[in-house]
């Protein structure tokens, strides 16, 4: 199978998320700066979401310029995978409302969890369909940043739960940044 229909799909797909995303942004209700003062919970949980799909834009990108095969088992995982991202906006709209929430910021972390772990679901899929010789399988065996990062998630639904709400935010932002940038192996693969 080819696997630019599904690259495009996904980036459709991504897309559109962003899009909903901002279309739940509403505008301040006075001219001033406390108007926008008003909404900045609502920018701000905007502003880490957009990053987060961006992030798993770049890096579902530079992924797939390593595969060179496709199969069912990777259409369906890529489909869980972009299905966990379209419920992104609902729970930041959610958390936008009510940040200090401890079930809005428990559904936003959740979601985020469900997108970590599809995304290294895929990986394994995108292993398995592409052989473990494969420069796919040599960079991604062992990837320990997924791992981390599902338990990082977890850690943030525990402290979100024992401690306070924000700490489900706060421990996703530490993961965004840890994730900012591709991994450089990838890039350095692909030139080979």
Do not use: C
Not at 42 to 69: D, T
Not at 85 to 102: E, K, M, N, Q, Y
């Amino acid at each position: 199978m080819s696997k630019s229909r599904l690259e495009a799909f996904t980036d459709a797909v991504i897309a559109i998320v962003m899009t909903i995303l901002v279309l739940e942004l509403h505008q301040p209700t006075t001219d001033t700066l406390a108007g926008l003062a008003g909404i900045e919970r609502k920018l701000f949980i905007y502003v880490v979401s957009f990053v987060m799909l961006a992030i798993y834009w770049n890096n579902h990108h530079h992924m797939f310029q390593l595969v060179r095969k496709i199969n069912g088992r990777v259409l369906w995982a890529n489909n869980i995978f972009i299905f966990t991202l379209t419920l992104v906006p609902f729970a930041t709209a959610w958390v936008g409302d009510f940040i200090d929430s401890l079930v809005p910021q428990l559904t936003y972390g959740v979601i985020i969890l469900l997108a970590n772990s599809a995304y290294l679901i895929l990986t394994k899929e995108l292993i398995r369909a592409n052989g473990k010789e494969s420069a796919l399988s040599e960079l991604f065996q062992r990837y320990n940043k997924s791992y981390a990062t599902i338990i990082l998630n977890i850690l943030g639904l525990v402290l979100g739960v024992l401690i306070h709400p924000y700490f489900v935010l706060i421990v996703n932002i530490g993961i965004l940044i840890m994730w900012i940038i591709p991994d450089r192996r990838i890039e350095k693969q692909y030139k080979k």
